[in-house]
C-alpha cells in the first residue's frame, strides 16, 4: 500500500498507536511528538469551547493556529500491520519510526506531492539517509549532518549497579531555581545548537510538571565563614555549621512526560566548570532508578522503562556501566537553502586601451 496520511490525530493514534506502542523505547519521539499533539489540540478545544467558537476543521488553520501537523503510517503490500510511522510539524524536523529505508524515499515523494515543507528528518540511520537523498534530489536542497545517536532503554531497576561517585543527592526543581532552569536551558541549546523559542516558559512548566531534577552537592563554605565559626560571637557563626550544609546544584537532567509507560531522559547538563567530576553521570542513574521504582512524583502512571538519547560518539560502554541496553541508532540531517545552477557572468567586452604617447613637459620653476 504505501503511505497513508492525515490531520486526523484520532485517527492516527487506531491505526498506527499499537504499532508505536509495541516498541515503545524506538519510538519515544513519535510518541512524544503525539501526545504533544494531542494535549495542543485539547487545549485548543478548551479554549474554543470556553469562548464559544467552533471547534476548527482538522487540516485546516488561521494564520494564528500554527502549522498543521500531519501525520502518517506504513501499511505494507500484503496489508498486514504497520510497519512504520511519520509525525511531521514543519516546524521541527520530520520524525520517522520504521528501519526499511524504502519507506523513506516514499515517504520525501509524499510529502513533494503534498507541498509540504521539510527542513530536516530525525530518523533510524538508514531510513533517515534514503530521505535525505530522495528530498535533495526533488527540493535542490542540501544535505548536513547534524547529530548522530544512540538509543538506549533500561526496563529495570539497575539494583546491581554500583558506581563509585561524588557524594550529592538529587532533587526536583523548585520555583526558586527557574532562573537557573532558564540560564542552563540556554546553554545547553547553544551547545547542542537547538532552537529554543522560550528558556523561561519552558522552565516554567519543567518546574510545575516535576520533570526537571538536579543533582547538588554540599556547599564549600568560605574561608570567611570557616573563620566566624571560631568566633566567640554566636551570631557571627555560620548556621550550616551546626546543621546540615548547604547544597548548591551543579547538574541538571529533565524527563519527558509518561507515554504508553515510557520515560525518556531528554536532557542533561551541566555546567562547564563542573564537568569532569561524575555529577551528570550520578544523577542519570539516580533518576532513572527513581522513576523505575516509582519515586518520581512527575509520573502520572506506572513507568516501565527508562529512555536515553546520547551522541554517538559517547563510548557505548557508558550506557553498559549504568545498565542501559543499546536499541538503536539515529540520524539527524538538515536540509539548507534550495540551490540550483550558478548565474551566468555577463560578458564585459575587451577592456578600453589607455592612452600612449610622450609624457608632457613639466613647466620650469622660477628662481
Not at 524515499?105 to 537523498?133: C, N, S, Y
Not at 550506557?319 to 536499541?327: A, E, N, P
Amino acid at each position: 500500500m504505501g503511505w497513508c496520511t492525515t490531520f486526523d490525530l484520532d485517527q492516527f493514534t487506531a491505526a498506527a498507536g499499537g504499532y508505536l506502542r509495541s516498541r515503545a523505547a524506538e519510538n519515544t519521539l513519535l510518541l512524544s511528538a503525539a501526545q504533544a499533539a494531542k494535549d495542543a489540540k485539547d487545549a485548543q478545544d478548551e479554549q474554543a469551547a470556553r469562548a464559544g467558537w467552533r471547534t476548527r476543521v482538522a487540516g485546516q488553520r488561521s494564520e494564528a493556529a500554527g502549522p498543521v501537523v500531519l501525520f502518517g503510517w506504513w501499511e505494507p503490500p500484503d496489508g498486514g500491520e504497520p510497519r512504520g510511522a511519520f509525525v511531521h510539524d514543519p516546524s521541527v524536523p520530520l520524525l520517522i519510526a520504521g528501519k526499511a529505508p524504502e519507506m523513506g524515499a516514499a515517504l520525501a515523494a509524499t510529502l513533494a506531492k503534498m507541498g509540504r515543507q521539510v527542513f530536516g528528518v530525525d530518523a533510524p540511520t538508514e531510513v533517515a539517509d534514503a530521505f535525505a537523498a530522495a528530498w535533495s534530489q526533488r527540493a535542490g536542497a542540501t544535505v548536513r549532518g547534524h547529530r548522530n545517536c544512540r538509543v538506549y532503554r533500561l526496563a529495570g531497576a539497575p539494583l546491581g549497579v554500583e558506581m563509585p561517585g561524588p557524594a550529592g543527592r538529587l532533587r526536583c526543581a523548585t520555583a526558586g531555581d527557574r532562573a537557573l532552569l532558564a540560564d542552563w536551558l540556554t546553554a545547553f541549546a547553544a551547545e547542542a545548537a537547538e532552537r529554543l523559542s522560550s528558556a523561561s516558559d519552558l522552565a516554567a512548566d519543567l518546574v510545575n510538571d516535576g520533570r526537571a531534577v538536579l543533582w547538588e552537592v554540599p556547599q564549600r563554605p568560605s574561608r570567611l565563614r570557616d573563620a566566624a565559626h571560631h568566633l566567640a560571637i554566636p551570631h557571627h557563626r555560620d548556621p550550616a555549621q551546626f546543621g546540615e550544609p548547604a547544597h548548591q546544584p551543579v547538574a541538571l537532567v529533565t524527563l519527558t512526560p509518561p507515554v504508553a509507560g515510557t520515560v525518556r531522559i531528554s536532557i542533561v547538563y551541566t555546567p562547564p566548570e563542573r564537568r569532569h567530576s561524575g555529577y551528570a553521570t550520578a544523577l542519570t542513574l539516580a533518576v532513572s532508578r527513581a522513576v523505575l521504582a516509582g519515586a518520581w512524583p512527575g509520573a502520572s502512571g506506572p513507568v516501565n522503562e527508562v529512555v536515553m538519547i546520547t551522541d554517538k560518539n559517547r563510548s557505548d560502554r557508558w550506557g553498559g556501566r549504568l545498565g542501559y541496553q543499546l536499541v538503536g541508532e539515529r540520524a539527524v540531517l538538515r536540509f539548507g537553502q534550495v540551490t540550483g545552477p550558478m548565474p551566468k557572468a555577463h560578458p564585459t567586452g575587451a577592456m578600453p586601451r589607455l592612452p600612449t604617447g610622450p609624457l608632457p613637459r613639466l613647466p620650469r620653476l622660477r628662481r
